[in-house]
Structures are given as C-alpha cells and as structure tokens.
C-alpha cells in the first residue's frame, strides 16, 4: 500500500522521498488498512448473541442516527452521514450495539451507498429472522461534492425494505420516527 501511495505522489508531480512526504505513504496505508477493515467481515458475526426477552419484544426496533462512514467504489472517496436500522422482531432481539457494529463492517469496504443499504437489511433479515427491516441512509458524497458536479449540500437518501416493512403505513410510522424534527432523547 506504501509503495503504491509513494507511485501516486511520484505521478502528481510530488516528491515521496522529501521530509514533508517521507511519512505520507505509510499514514495513507494506515488510513486505508481502517477504511477497509470491513472487508472479508462476515456481519452475521454480530447477530448471533440474542438478548434474552422472554418472548416480548416489542413490535418495532429502531436505531438511528447511527454514524455512517463509507468509501465510494467509483473514486475511492469517502462519504459519510447517517444511518438509521429499524426491524420487526418475530422472536429474536440482539444487543442494541450490534446494528451499528453490523453498519460498519458493511461499509469498511468499496462501496455505493444502494447496494450497502440492501447489505444491510438482508444481513438483519437473514441474523434476527426478522417479520421486517427498514434501512434508510443519508449521505454526502465525497465525489459529488469535492470534484465533478461540486455539489457540497446534495444528499442521497436512500431506502432498503424487507418483509412487514415494505408496507406503506407500516413504513411511514418508522419515516416519522427518523425525520430531522421528530423528538430526540438526550443523556
Ligand atoms: N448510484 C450511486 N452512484 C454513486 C455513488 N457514489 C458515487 N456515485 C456516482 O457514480 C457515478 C460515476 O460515474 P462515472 O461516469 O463512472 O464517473 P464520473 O465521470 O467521474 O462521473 P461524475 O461524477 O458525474 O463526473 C457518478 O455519477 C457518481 O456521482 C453511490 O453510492 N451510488
Ligand atoms: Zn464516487
């Protein structure tokens, strides 16, 4: 990774070898080995451990605002926002952690942001044997906003649905919950 990060400073005209570059590559290669950790995850990992509930689950779970940070596979830029993981439990609640820990092995690897949605709800579909899975996300694109079109405020928002949670009444009372202005509690 090095090596390649001191061919990259080479190819823009920049010297690797002098003080300010010599630590460059060797950051950059850390950077990455974070960036990608995600890779060869298996997310079910973090849904195997079911918190015992006694049968009563509740009818909705949701987390959102969970922290969301990505690496587009068209320009290997980041982008980054929020997601937010509802399910419908059918017997099966896992510890609250595992959404997020589950969001970010997902996205610790090249990816677009439709695409880690759906991996995202299938992972829960398939871990929880969920009745349903809502995964919305909102995100800023490093490549839309820094370079080509320059669009700094734009947002992709994107939606991934399985089961109870395709449904259109069901989905909206989760949309409420999520939406900017909707009560939020606070520690
Ligand atoms: N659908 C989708 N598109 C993405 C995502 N991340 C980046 N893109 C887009 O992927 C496209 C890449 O298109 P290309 O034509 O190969 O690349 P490009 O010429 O650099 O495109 P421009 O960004 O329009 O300059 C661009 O429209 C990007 O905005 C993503 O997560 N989902
Ligand atoms: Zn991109």
């Known amino acids: 990774m090095a090596r390649a990060v001191r061919e990259l400073l080479s190819?823009?005209?920049?010297?690797?070898?002098?003080?300010?570059?010599?630590?460059?590559?060797?950051?950059?290669?850390?950077?990455?080995?974070?960036?990608?950790?995600?890779?060869?995850?298996?997310p079910q990992q973090f849904l195997s451990d079911a918190v015992p509930v006694d049968g009563?689950?509740?009818?909705?779970?949701?987390?959102?605002?969970?922290?969301?940070?990505?690496?587009?596979e068209h320009h290997l830029l980041p982008f980054r926002g929020r997601a937010h993981v509802a399910y419908q439990p059918r017997d099966r609640v896992v510890g609250l952690s595992a959404l997020p820990r589950v969001v970010d092995a997902l996205a610790a690897r090249p990816q677009v942001q439709e695409r880690l949605g759906e991996q995202i709800a299938q992972a829960?579909?398939?871990g929880l044997d969920a009745k349903g899975v809502l995964?919305?996300?909102?995100?800023?694109?490093?490549?839309?906003?820094?370079?080509?079109?320059?669009?700094t405020e734009a947002e992709a928002v994107t939606i991934a649905a399985r089961g109870s949670l395709t449904d259109a009444a069901a989905r909206s009372e989760v949309m409420a919950l999520i939406a900017p202005g909707s009560p939020r509690a606070s520690l």
């Not at 070898?17 to 950790?37: H, I, K, M, N, Q």
């Not at 009563?56 to 587009?72: H, K, Q």
């Open 135 to 151: 995964v919305v996300l909102e995100a800023s694109h490093g490549c839309v906003a820094d370079r080509g079109v320059r669009e």
């Open 56 to 72: 009563e689950t509740g009818e909705l779970v949701l987390m959102r605002d969970i922290a969301l940070r990505s690496i587009c």
């Open 124 to 126: 829960i579909a398939d």
């Open 11 to 42: 190819a823009i005209g920049a010297d690797p070898e002098s003080d300010e570059l010599r630590a460059t590559p060797g950051r950059v290669a850390d950077s990455y080995a974070e960036f990608f950790a995600g890779v060869g995850v298996d």
